[in-house]
């Protein structure tokens, strides 16, 4: 009798493992997925701030988008596509604004961070400039002496990179001192739908 019952015990604890294991399943690779696929993010409401002689200066942009491809594992970083913020460009004060991109000291990057989960964009040194109908002649530079890194939550749900007054350095030329230190914000929705783990 024991040894039917330490049979019997001994088959109830394999089966009880192999349903464990069975529940368990294989180890998923954390990363940012779909993997090795071109993404697309758009935002309708960047918003670049900072102040100019001393008064708060805006430039707000209707349509930016920029695009990468998601890395083949892990979390990149990836080289992104220079950034296009256009739409309608509009300063703070009703002027046309222009704003322009370049990778001529180094590439944009993403890197995504599972923890958050957040995604990180560096700008390279001097890779955007802004320029406005209201002060002709006045350049205002981002990252000015270095790349700047700008850090946002990223809302797997909806696909969404929230950059929230993330800081980033100015310099100008051609007008008033310029604040050195302003924010950048805007929502990036990607497509296809990008999600981190």
Do not use: E
Not at 5 to 11: F, H, R, W, Y
Not at 34 to 45: D, E, G, H, K
Not at 49 to 76: A, D, E, I, Q, W
Not at 164 to 190: K, Q, R
């Amino acid at each position: 009798m024991p040894s039917r019952i330490l049979s019997t015990a001994v088959a109830a604890a394999a089966a009880t493992t192999g349903l464990v294991a069975l529940t368990v399943g294989p180890a998923y690779a954390a990363g940012v997925t779909p993997a090795n696929t071109l993404i697309t993010a758009t935002s309708t409401n960047v918003k670049f701030s900072g102040t100019l002689s001393g008064l708060s200066f805006s430039v707000s942009c209707t349509k930016s988008t920029l695009t990468f491809t998601t890395p083949s594992s892990g979390y990149g970083p990836v080289n992104t596509s220079d950034p296009v913020f256009g739409g309608t460009c509009k300063d703070s004060f009703g002027g046309t604004a222009t704003v322009k991109t370049n990778h001529t000291n180094g590439p944009w990057t993403l890197l995504a961070i599972a923890t958050g989960p957040k995604v990180q964009a560096t700008m390279p040194k001097a890779g955007a400039t802004f320029s406005t109908t209201t002060l002709p002649g006045c350049v205002v530079t981002a990252a000015p002496t270095g790349p700047v890194t700008l850090t946002g939550n990223f809302d797997n749900s909806t696909g969404t990179w929230h950059l929230v007054n993330a800081p980033v350095a100015f310099s100008a030329s051609g007008c008033g001192a310029v604040s050195p230190t302003g924010t950048v914000s805007g929502d990036f929705v990607t497509s296809p739908k990008v999600n981190i783990s």
